[in-house]
Structure formats: structure tokens, C-alpha cells
């Protein structure tokens, strides 16, 4: 009993999202908030070992997961990563454009992942309903990825009228 911590009386991402929206009130859109700063205001301390600088990456991510998806669920605003600095404040504009095509790679690369997961199986052990749920599994993996890669269409010609 004597090594149970005290826990906060709140999750400490609820700081940093107090401390972001905080910011953002008087910074606005495209403000960095830097990764040193999220981190000291969940509480993470600078780890002294190898199990502890795990832990703590362990706790910065599943903080910040957390801020990220309070953020733009009860205020609409988007934290984009920006590599080696922190999180940025996208502006709408941006949001749709930048979010959504970061979000669109990394679903790309989780299919690809998926994929190479299913091709790379011990086909001689596999039994018939084994086999059947890869074949399954592979061809609607490569679908999606085919509706991935899939171009715009070009919109419809309007018909001309004729004037007389």
C-alpha cells in the first residue's frame, strides 16, 4: 500500500486542453503548441531510466490522443503535428485540407500493413475456412485500397442550350 500514487482529481489532459483553449484565445489559428509545454502540463516528468522514458511516452501519447479528440470534438479545433516542435492550431481551411489528407496517409499505410499481414501467412497450415477468410479479408482490403487510389471523376458537361 505504501507505493500507491495520489492521482490528480482530474485527468491532466484536461489542463493542457484548458491551457490550449486558454492560448488560442488570445494567439488564434496557427499557434504551436511546443511537445515541452503539453508535457509539463500533464504532469509528465523527465524520465531518469529506460522503463521510465518509456512510461512516459506511453503517458505523453495517451494524453495527448486525449487532448487532441476533446479538442476537436466539444471546441472544432484541430491539433496537426508538427514534427520535432509540437502540435499546431489549424485554421478550418486548413483542417479539411492538411487533416484529412494526414489522416487519409496513415489509413493508407494501416491497409498496407493489414495486407502485408494476410499475404505473408503460412498458407500450408491454414484450413479451408482459414483460407477462405483470407481470400475474404484480402480482396476486401484490396478494394478499399483500389477506391483509395481511385481519381476524381471529371464533372459533367453541362449541356449548351441554343440560343435562337
Known amino acids: 500500500?505504501?507505493?500507491?500514487e495520489?492521482?490528480?482529481?482530474y485527468p491532466m489532459w484536461e489542463k493542457a486542453v484548458e491551457a490550449i483553449i486558454g492560448q488560442f484565445e488570445t494567439?488564434?489559428?496557427?499557434m504551436v503548441v511546443e511537445h515541452e509545454d503539453l508535457k509539463k502540463l500533464m504532469g509528465i516528468k523527465q524520465a531518469k531510466t529506460i522503463d521510465d522514458a518509456k512510461k512516459e511516452q506511453l503517458d505523453?501519447?495517451?494524453g495527448i490522443e486525449r487532448t487532441k479528440e476533446e479538442l476537436l470534438t466539444e471546441y472544432n479545433l484541430y491539433l496537426h503535428p508538427v514534427v520535432g516542435k509540437g502540435y499546431q492550431v489549424l485554421h478550418p481551411n486548413e483542417q479539411v485540407r492538411k487533416g484529412a489528407e494526414y489522416h487519409f496517409r496513415k489509413s493508407q499505410k494501416a491497409l498496407s500493413r493489414s495486407m502485408n499481414t494476410l499475404a505473408n501467412v503460412d498458407a500450408d497450415l491454414l484450413d479451408s475456412e482459414g483460407k477462405e477468410l483470407q481470400f475474404s479479408k484480402l480482396h476486401r482490403i484490396a478494394f478499399i485500397k483500389a477506391a483509395f487510389r481511385k481519381r476524381k471523376l471529371p464533372a459533367p458537361e453541362k449541356k449548351k442550350e441554343i440560343s435562337s
Open 1 to 4: 500500500m505504501e507505493n500507491i
Open 6 to 9: 495520489c492521482l490528480p482529481p
Open 27 to 30: 494567439e488564434s489559428y496557427d
Open 60 to 62: 505523453y501519447m495517451s
